[in-house]
């Protein structure tokens, strides 16, 4: 039997993201000279999973730098919260949530957008096959599992009851809670919850056993879209320049790599991945893998990227209008991904796929 995790109020959630931007912020390393520079970054990995960092690495992109694996999160805020108090050196989450931190006064800043929305990565709403569930106004006193709160899933849940007219003491009745991804599909069938929030792999997997019917998708309401960056700590980034520079341009190659590579051989690399690092996971739902869904080339972040969520924050009132500018958030900097980058990723491609 599944566990839900009862979750926090948003205020409390809000107030926890609070917490970070008064917390010292620590970098690694210190010096300016590239000598002097850290070579190790500390993270967080996502179970049965391989995150694009830990992809660059094994592709030999991120050259001298090197990953070091602290554990695992189920949560991009949680992860962004991480390296805004340098528990870790870079954390990934919603750009919704990177907004929600950098209002805050939290000292980061996104460096290159990981993943996103398209026709073969997105997230599903999903419910039972039987369910009298078929409208946003049947979500009604309804349980929604998702892996966070505050984050993409809720944005989306949030969108779709309001374009579908649902007032907002309407849209508090829906009730969202935290279901670890692994667990969702088995909550769901198991009527737990109502309906669950299901994407790329885990998705594909629970399809594929079949009894259960999108309600919606964030590509329905969105179609293509960068969704979530990746953030490093301020002082990260002033004190490991040129580590911050490699780093960022080797998961550039490494989403070009991918997207110019046969799927086929995308999957064998991450099964592979898998298995030499040795975190006791099940490799059989990475077959499901289609992409990483990033939409812009070797994931540059643009202005849109942010001003939605920013938009809807303010209509909120989880933010003020005003209160943070978009081109504040994230710098280009650092990712020098070029033409000669994309001519040696498909050299790679061509020796890959073991």
């Not at 398209?118 to 929604?144: E, H, M, Q, T």
Request: with cysteine; charged share 25%.
């Amino acid at each position: 039997m599944s566990t839900l995790i009862t979750p926090s109020s948003r205020r409390q959630f809000l107030t926890l993201l609070g917490l970070s931007a008064v917390a010292v912020s620590c970098g690694t390393g210190g010096g300016g000279a590239a000598k002097d520079q850290t070579k190790t970054l500390r993270y967080q990995g996502w179970a049965g999973s391989v995150i694009l960092p830990e992809l660059a690495e094994d592709l030999g992109f991120l050259e001298d730098v090197k990953l070091k694996w602290v554990g695992n999160t189920i949560s991009g805020p949680q992860d962004i919260q991480s390296a805004a108090t340098g528990q870790v050196d870079f954390g990934g989450a919603f750009n919704g949530a990177v907004v929600k931190l950098a209002a805050r006064k939290a000292p980061i800043t996104a460096v290159i957008s990981y993943y996103g929305v398209d026709k073969a990565a997105y997230n599903g709403f999903y419910v039972l096959k039987d369910s009298p569930i078929r409208s946003a106004r049947d979500l009604v006193g309804k349980k929604v599992g998702m892996n966070t709160l505050g984050a993409h899933s809720e944005a989306m849940l949030d969108i779709y009851l309001q374009r579908h007219g649902l007032s907002q003491a309407d849209v508090k009745k829906v009730e969202p809670l935290v279901v670890p991804p692994v667990n969702t599909e088995q909550s769901l069938r198991q009527k737990q919850i109502q309906v669950g929030v299901l994407g790329d792999i885990l998705r594909d997997k629970a399809l594929q056993t079949g009894g259960i019917r999108p309600l919606f998708t964030d590509y329905q309401l969105l179609g293509d879209f960068s969704a979530g960056t990746y953030v490093l700590n301020d002082r990260f980034l002033k004190e490991n320049p040129e580590t911050a520079r490699t780093f960022v341009t080797g998961i550039a190659r490494a989403i070009e790599w991918a997207r110019a590579t046969p799927r086929d051989e995308v999957i064998a690399r991450q099964v592979e991945i898998v298995k030499k690092r040795g975190r006791n996971e099940g490799t059989a739902p990475l077959k499901y893998w289609k992409s990483f869904g990033v939409a812009e080339t070797a994931g540059r972040i643009t202005d849109k990227e942010f001003q939605l969520w920013i938009d809807w924050l303010a209509e909120r009132g989880d933010i003020e209008k005003g209160q943070v500018k978009a081109s504040d958030l994230y710098t280009n900097e650092f990712n020098a991904y070029s033409r000669k980058d994309k001519q040696s990723a498909a050299r790679t491609t061509s020796k890959s796929g073991s």
